[in-house]
């Protein structure tokens, strides 16, 4: 059983890029969840995806962006990269966004994005 | 929304039992308070959650007060490879869940 997989795993880019990390859910999950997590710190919600719609959003400029796929699995999009985006993005699947009791998380390894 | 407080860090020798608290004293009845560690650099892995009752699995306990206001996770037989960071999240309901991480307790187990 194939857990959550994120491309790529490491990424370097420069101030005012553009990139694209993509996310495969575990089998059987429907919901994908990004997280930004800046080194020190616990991971910060981005926002979540299920059927093909941006369900819930956490405190993120419009900079960032996503999508999912009919096979559920997601990208995530940053715009006019900043130092500060640099971080590790993590995905999270879950089965049925919202019910109680389905809805854990699991994460995948992530994706180290380092701005120069 | 209901935010957590936990110790910044703590030991524990190998072999005892690892208690990690975590307050919560906004819960409010539909929050559930679930648990998650990380090793270095690695994706935060599931460890339990519950809502009222206590939960326990094959990882650890979790021991939930009756006014839901703290939590404790125990780890029966702590291991050199549970050292980590804990993470101890209230996750409520708005139509999906929405997780709110904290800073998280980081877990020494020493041999």
């Known amino acids: 059983d194939a857990g959550v997989t994120q491309s790529p795993t490491h990424l370097i880019k420069t101030r005012g890029q553009q990139v694209t990390l993509r996310c495969s859910p575990k089998?059987?999950?429907?919901?994908v969840s990004w997280y930004q997590q800046a080194l020190g710190q616990g991971p910060q919600f981005i926002f979540q995806?299920?059927?093909?719609?941006?369900?819930q959003r956490g405190n993120f400029p419009d900079r960032f962006s996503g999508h999912q796929f009919p096979n559920y699995s997601s990208e995530l999009n940053v715009n006019a990269l900043l130092l500060g985006d640099s971080a590790l993005y993590l995905c999270?699947?879950?089965?049925?966004?919202?019910?109680?009791?389905?809805?854990?998380?699991?994460f995948g390894p992530g994706t180290r994005l380092t701005v120069l | 929304d209901a935010k957590t407080t936990q110790p910044t860090s703590m030991d524990c020798a190998e072999g005892r039992a690892a208690n990690l608290p975590c307050n919560h004293s906004?819960?409010?009845?539909?929050?559930?308070v679930y648990w998650y560690r990380q090793i270095h650099s690695q994706g935060p892995q599931y460890i339990i959650h519950?809502?009222?009752n206590n939960e326990t699995n094959e990882m650890a306990s979790l021991i939930i007060t009756e006014d839901r206001k703290s939590s404790t996770l125990i780890l029966p037989h702590a291991t050199l490879r549970d050292t980590a960071v804990y993470y101890c999240?209230?996750?409520?309901?708005?139509?999906?869940?929405?997780?709110?991480f904290g800073a998280g307790t980081r877990l020494f187990v020493k041999a």
């Open positions: 999270a699947s879950s089965l049925k966004a919202g019910a109680p009791d389905t809805d854990t998380q699991y």
């Open positions: 089998s059987g999950h429907d919901t």
């Open positions: 995806y299920y059927e093909e719609e941006e369900r």
């Open positions: 906004t819960i409010s009845g539909n929050e559930y």
């Open positions: 519950g809502l009222k």
């Open positions: 999240i209230v996750r409520f309901y708005t139509g999906g869940f929405k997780t709110i």
